[in-house]
């Protein structure tokens, strides 16, 4: 009799080590991944006087976010990025400066701040690529060797 008390004294001493070891996560050690040189965030534009202003609501127009960004220097052109159906927002913009410095400022006052109830992101725009050679000639580039 006293050896079966004894066996179940130690079994009844390992189950709780067997139960915490599946229901805890300090024996495992999780390393999330680290971001490789491969999957590099998406590059940053040299500081210009444009901005390109993400986040924006639908019913953002083209003069609420001139005058969002007026606060922080002379805006010389703003512009909501809008549906040829609907006439909504798309959700970003551009907004030129006429400084680069007023630009910078406007980046600080605004980035991560809310306009017409939604958090906007401002940073400055990529500049334009080059157009193609086929869009230089006058043709479509939807189109078959100009016919």
């Not at 024996?27 to 590059?43: G, H, T």
């Not at 001139?66 to 052109?77: I, L, M, P, T, Y």
């Not at 701040?113 to 479509?140: C, K, M």
Request: net charge positive.
């Amino acid at each position: 009799m006293a050896m079966k008390v004894a066996a179940m004294a130690a079994m009844a001493a390992t189950k709780p080590r067997v139960f915490n070891r599946l229901c805890t996560t300090s024996s495992f050690n999780f390393m999330p991944p680290q971001p490789s040189s491969q999957q590099s965030a998406r590059p940053s534009a040299d500081p210009n006087p444009n901005l390109f202003v993400s986040g924006l609501s639908k019913r953002t127009t083209t003069e609420g976010l001139r005058e969002a960004f007026s606060k922080f220097g002379e805006v010389v052109h703003a512009k909501v990025v809008t549906d040829r159906v609907s006439g909504f927002s798309k959700g970003f913009g551009f907004v030129r400066y006429a400084t680069t410095e007023e630009a910078k400022s406007g980046i600080e006052g605004m980035h991560g701040q809310f306009l017409d109830g939604w958090v906007i992101f401002a940073e400055y725009a990529n500049p334009r690529s080059p157009p193609s050679n086929q869009q230089q000639n006058g043709s479509s580039p939807f189109s078959r060797n100009g016919y």
